[in-house]
């Protein structure tokens, strides 16, 4: 694979120089590109002489005007390590002064980020949100190691390990557009189900997870059509998405979308009950107790697991307790290939937080843990399992 190599002017710059060395051992084309301040660090002549090519520094001492835009096609995925606070925040804002920043900004392709600064600087809330920006971006964030810093200080803010860097390069450059040619049917947020025309009953769901699936989808090169009920998110770039509210709304544009499907992901949560006669005009308050009689929503994975088909069929638990337990059932009743449990109501992670936890339920009969992540990045990691699955699928009986 041909990769470029974008190197940031701090301390750890020189141990850049180990994860070139070591993804020219793996067989990859390294072009590396330096800020300014790296070269105070360590000399281009280090990664020329590592990677056979010319290191390029500088905007202005190219052969062409438009040498960005040529180094940007011709490569296939973009690593920056070591990226500064001040990097971070250039490639957040889309400030384009010097040859990376304007490379990054014509670069389509996958992006991995490596930071690396002072504990402070890290736990910044201004260098927290510049993280933030690139993560919904799609792009990998490889955490930094917690221990001892050239600063003096202790805490996180080390470089990780060259190693764990060309691992994560490596993953996300097998991930590439592994979806091309896919359609995949995605629902998102929860469901509103009115109780009269101002009252409904409705639940805590962002819409978080599921948009961070789309947006991994789209990124792998999919068709994505996103069934969204009510939230506060922007579409994700690229994604076809259809705004519903009730149950009864999203059981119908699933069921119209779903003919090119190949992967359906249900992350909405999906109120079980509702009134089935809205009263027209607002309730009034004329008794110091009122009772509601709710009927049950249409369950609309249930269905889909007696219509999948070929389809790849992946649910949702959200679960206050016996998660894995919950998970394998709702696997089974709902006749899914995949189940996604995870913990809410007490949980720090599931509805509304940008992290989650969880776990795989797969119809293989194995359970895998996710630990706590981005949701995007455990968005990448169902996908991941998913089409593992579906190879596994396909040879037990020829799916
Ligand atoms: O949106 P966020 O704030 O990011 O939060 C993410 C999330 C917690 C909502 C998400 O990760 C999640 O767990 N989604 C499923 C929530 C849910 O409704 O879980 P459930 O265990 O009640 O339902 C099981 C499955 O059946 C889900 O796939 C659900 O979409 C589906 N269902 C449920 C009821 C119904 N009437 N029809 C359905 O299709």
Request: glycine share 8%; net charge neutral; charged share 25%.
């Amino acid at each position: 694979m041909k990769i470029i190599l974008g190197v940031g002017g701090g301390i750890a710059a020189y141990k850049s120089a180990e994860i070139a060395r070591l993804l020219m051992q793996e067989g990859h084309a390294v072009q590396a590109v330096m800020t300014r301040a790296a070269q105070e660090f360590i000399s281009p002549l280090t990664f020329a002489a590592l990677t056979g090519r010319k290191t390029l520094t500088d905007l202005f001492a190219i052969e062409s005007a438009i040498e960005h835009i040529s180094v940007a096609q011709e490569n296939e995925l973009m690593a920056i390590a070591p990226a500064t606070a001040d990097l971070i925040a250039r490639l957040a804002h889309g400030l384009a002064d010097d040859f990376l920043t304007t490379l990054y900004l014509a670069f389509t392709g996958p992006v991995v980020v490596a930071p690396s600064m002072n504990s402070n600087m890290w736990r910044h809330a201004a260098t927290q949100a510049n993280l933030e920006t690139l993560r919904r971006r799609g792009h990998r964030i490889v955490e930094p190691d917690s221990g001892y810093l050239a600063c003096g200080m202790t805490g996180p803010g080390r470089l990780a390990d060259p190693g764990a860097i060309v691992e994560a390069i490596e993953r996300e450059s097998r991930r590439g557009r592994d979806l091309d040619g896919e359609t995949v049917l995605i629902t998102a947020g929860p469901t509103q189900e009115p109780l009269d025309p101002v009252r409904y009953i409705s639940n805590r769901s962002s819409g978080k997870m599921g948009y961070a699936l789309a947006e991994a989808a789209a990124a792998r090169g999919a068709r994505v059509i996103l069934i969204s009920g009510p939230v506060h998110l922007a579409p994700p770039r690229g994604v076809e998405v259809i705004s519903v509210r009730t149950a009864a709304e999203m059981r119908e544009k699933v069921l119209e979308n779903l003919a090119p499907a190949g992967i359906v992901v249900k992350a909405a949560a999906v109120a079980d009950f509702h009134l089935s006669k809205v009263p027209e005009q607002k309730v009034k308050k004329t008794a110091a107790r009122m009772s509601l009689e709710l009927d049950p929503t249409p369950d609309i994975l249930a269905e889909l697991g007696r219509k999948k088909g070929d389809r790849l069929l992946i649910g949702f638990a959200a679960e206050t307790q016996n998660l894995h337990q919950e998970a394998r059932r709702k696997l089974e009743s709902k006749n899914c290939d995949m189940v996604v449990g995870n913990l809410v109501g007490g949980s720090e992670t599931g509805f509304e937080s940008d992290e989650n936890e969880v776990v795989l339920a797969l119809s293989t009969g194995e359970l895998l843990s996710l630990p706590r992540a981005p949701k995007r990045e455990i968005a990448d990691r169902i996908f991941d399992e998913a089409l593992k699955l579906r190879l596994a699928l396909h040879a037990a009986d020829g799916r």
